[in-house]
């Protein structure tokens, strides 16, 4: 069976080769239209270029590292409003924050499963469709969510199975 056609655009940066061809041939094949980039400087040409519908980043990488990425794609007219997932092993209440002051939607932990980084990616592009619609907007101009660190804390606190 094959998987449905979204036909969003998921840019990923990711210094691993190996993470990285399995990222995005996992979200290819889950109906996405998934590109790779090995650091963040391609990953900043590409996305200018093409504008995706949501970017997936490692955070530790040489040269232009995942917050560095962040800003650069805050601080373009053009991809301010592009949901960013950024991908760490390095997880501290350091990283949360600056991710967080990066305009991150989401953070995951590494080694991240491909079917975690799928449902993570599924829910902040239905985040930004819901306030999108909600503001009046255009999906490419929703402000990022609740770092994923946090909004878990806050549905637990509800009691909320997520």
């Known amino acids: 069976m094959d998987a449905p056609q979204t036909g969003t655009v998921v840019l990923v940066a990711e210094d691993d080769p190996h993470a990285l061809s399995g990222y995005v041939e996992f979200l290819s094949t889950n109906g996405f239209i998934a590109s790779g980039r090995g650091d963040g400087r391609e990953a900043l040409n590409t996305a200018l270029e093409t504008v995706p519908d949501i970017v997936v980043t490692d955070i530790a990488m040489p040269g232009l590292d995942g917050f560095g ?26 990283i949360q924050s600056e991710a967080q002051r990066a305009g991150f939607n ?20 239905r985040h930004a469709k819901l306030m999108a619609a909600a503001l009046g907007r255009d999906t490419h101009e929703v402000e990022p969510a609740l770092p994923v660190g946090l909004r878990n804390a806050v549905l637990r606190r509800r009691g909320v199975d997520y």
């Open 106 to 125: 989401a953070m995951l932990l590494k080694p991240c499963l491909p079917t975690h980084l799928l449902a993570e990616i599924e829910r902040v592009l």
């Open 69 to 94: 990425l962040a800003e650069a794609l805050r601080a373009d007219r053009l991809t301010k409003h592009v949901p960013i997932v950024g991908m760490t092993a390095h997880w501290t209440a350091e």
